[in-house]
């Protein structure tokens, strides 16, 4: 016999409760400024061919990152299936810009940044903050000749799922910096970033899940990810926070600062992009089915598209309602009881007992 008194219990719920997300740095910088190549492996005037990649895989919201000077080319092949929220415009080179810029201490005025979502999905609101500090205007990347930041995305899902979605871009360093240990006013940037965004989340944190996601330039092993984001919003005891990659591929085990290569994007199947979320600890949750990086991004030799892969994810909901029941895919359980500890060949219609493979047990009620 099964004791009851050890049991969650859980519903099935039809596959429309899936959905998925991507993050895509696009790598839209203008390919030429007066002739020069600024940008010789950037898709330039082939990002049609990015959106039409984005359309094809279908997911639910996609946040990019460098969305410039090829928007259009971006957006026509996904207007079909897709809404899109806010752009601030592209890289302007008119010459009071680029004189103010040079000059007078300005910066072009874009991030970069855009949201897209499926038709079936509402956006109720978004809004558009820039970092308080950045590093480099000329050099380390020229983080700071742009308006840097965070979109912040409230929205409903088809499934009547409320959810808030960030989409930001984070500060860079060059190879060449990191390379040199001279990467410092770059890592005091990100800190500052993530400090910004953590005060920012645990300011606005309520009942519905949170997805973040971007081009953080952020890797475990250099960057202190953990300790000025994670751990403070894990310690509030309301809310939990996850790394999708972490989850996925290393089972929940953070990689420790000065692990590893501190420098290098895939050296442990880490990127610089990535997706995160949080779920409270009480109420509807997000349960995460599949991380993947979008490796077959490329032109038909083979040749990346851009200098990112996407990054994307799938989630199911767990649904709690009034009665403290809540929801949840199914899965393919190891065994099946009945209410009175009879083994059961597969879910019956009702109240079932499941075991699954790591030997947890649950009720399961079938509709």
């Excluded at 279908?58 to 080319?73: A, H, K, L, P, S």
């Excluded at 250099?222 to 300790?227: F, K, Y």
């Excluded at 995460?288 to 077959?296: I, N, P």
Aim: aromatic share 10%.
């Amino acid at each position: 016999m099964i004791s009851l008194l050890m049991l969650s219990a859980v519903s099935v719920v039809a596959d429309d409760d899936v959905f998925t997300v991507a993050t895509l740095n696009v790598d839209g910088l203008p390919t030429h400024i007066l002739g020069i190549n600024i940008n010789p492996d950037g898709p330039g005037g082939e990002t049609w061919r990015t959106g039409g990649y984005l359309a094809q895989k279908g997911y639910d919201i996609i946040g990019v990152q460098e969305d410039f000077n090829y928007d259009e080319e971006l957006r026509t092949p996904l207007e079909m299936t897709h809404n899109f929220g806010e752009w601030q415009g592209e890289i302007d080179f008119d010459f009071s810009n680029v004189f103010d810029v040079l000059f007078r201490g300005g910066r072009f005025s874009t991030d970069g940044l855009r949201m897209f979502w499926r038709k079936q999905h509402i956006l109720e609101s978004e809004e558009t903050t820039a970092w308080n500090d950045s590093y480099g205007k000329f050099d380390h990347c020229w983080d700071a000749i742009v308006i840097k930041g965070f979109h912040r995305c409230e929205m409903t899902l088809s499934s009547g799922l409320q959810v808030v979605v960030y989409d930001m871009h984070m500060d860079a360093s060059t190879d060449f910096d990191e390379a040199m240990g001279n990467d410092g006013g770059d890592i005091d940037a990100r800190r500052s970033q993530w400090v910004q965004l953590r005060e920012e989340v645990l300011a606005r944190l309520d009942e519905r899940p949170v997805i973040l996601l971007g081009d953080m330039n952020s890797l475990y092993p250099r960057d202190s990810i953990q300790a000025l984001f994670i751990d403070p919003i894990n310690a509030t005891g309301q809310h939990e926070v996850s790394d999708t990659w972490v989850e996925y591929e290393l089972g929940g085990q953070y990689p420790a600062v000065g692990s590893g290569d501190r420098n290098v994007a895939y050296a442990n199947g880490e990127v610089l992009d990535k997706i995160l979320y949080i779920n409270p600890v009480i109420g509807t949750r997000l349960k995460l089915e599949a991380y993947r990086l979008g490796t077959d991004y490329t032109y038909d030799d083979g040749t990346p598209m851009g200098d990112h892969y996407p990054v994307s994810a799938t989630f199911s909901i767990e649904r709690e309602s009034s009665s403290g029941i809540s929801s949840v895919r199914s899965e393919s359980p190891s065994a099946v009881y009945s209410l009175d500890g009879r083994r059961q060949h597969r879910l019956l219609r009702g109240l079932n007992i499941v075991r699954d493979g790591k030997g947890r047990t649950r009720k399961v009620i079938v509709r």
